[in-house]
Each structure stands twice: as structure tokens, then as C-alpha cells.
Nanobody, 123 residues
Framework: QVQLVESGGGLVQAGDSLRLSCAASGRTFGAYVIAWFRQAPGKGRDFVAA???????YYADSVKGRFTISKDNAKNTVYLQMNSLKPEDTAVYYC?????????????????WGQGTQVTVSS
């Protein structure tokens, strides 16, 4: 089993920044993809960003240039730095992990999930 714990959400104003953290523990994989998704009220869970074991990163078009995903191996923690936040970024943000080297933007391909952290951006 893998345990994922997100933190760092909050209420901010448009244009502000936040950094989300996802601390991982438990089972380890030789190769993996760890990703951030978000879910706004009444909507599906959308892909935000992904980090592969190789160090490659991927972003949804809606956040490209504003969000940065990174990993601190010593802390086994993945971060999502979110800059220039917009009201449409308001959602519950989840981190998720899957084994293997292929990343997917569909949430159904990920095996382990955190509990989520709320991000609210006011206009």
C-alpha cells in the first residue's frame, strides 16, 4: 500500500501563489508516475500535472506556465507550486500515484490517492 497525504491548500486571492505538498510513504516502486488532479464542485477529476521517475514533467494546458511540479527525494514529497492563481483554479486538489513509466491524464489509471486539499481562489 501507498499512503499519500496532501497539504498546503487554502483561501487566496487571484494572482497569489500557493505550494501544495504530497508526502508519500509505504510501498515503493522502481518506476512510477505521481500526479496532481483537481476536482471542482459538480465536475469530474481533471489532470493538472505529472512527474515521472525519469524527472520528466507534464502539465495540463490550463496550468502550463503557472504551475510547477517537483519532487524532493530526500523527503519523498512532491510539490505543486501554483502561481498567478485564478478563480477557475478553485478545486479540491489530489495527488495520485501509479507504477510504471507511462503517464496518463485519466484519473482511472492511478492506483493510490490522497484525501485532497481545498484550494479556493477569490476574485
Amino acid at each position: 500500500q501507498v499512503q499519500l497525504v496532501e497539504s498546503g491548500g487554502g483561501l487566496v486571492q487571484a494572482g497569489d501563489s500557493l505550494r501544495l505538498s504530497c508526502a508519500a510513504s509505504g510501498r515503493t516502486f522502481g518506476a512510477y508516475v505521481i500526479a496532481w488532479f483537481r476536482q471542482a464542485p459538480g465536475k469530474g477529476r481533471d489532470f493538472v500535472a505529472a512527474f515521472k521517475t525519469s524527472g520528466s514533467t507534464y502539465y495540463a494546458d490550463s496550468v502550463k506556465g503557472r504551475f510547477t511540479i517537483s519532487k524532493d527525494n530526500a523527503k519523498n514529497t512532491v510539490y505543486l507550486q501554483m502561481n498567478s492563481l485564478k478563480p477557475e483554479d478553485t478545486a479540491v486538489y489530489y495527488c495520485a500515484v501509479k507504477s510504471g513509466i507511462v503517464y496518463y491524464t485519466s484519473s482511472g489509471n492511478y492506483d493510490y490517492w490522497g484525501q485532497g486539499t481545498q484550494v479556493t481562489v477569490s476574485s
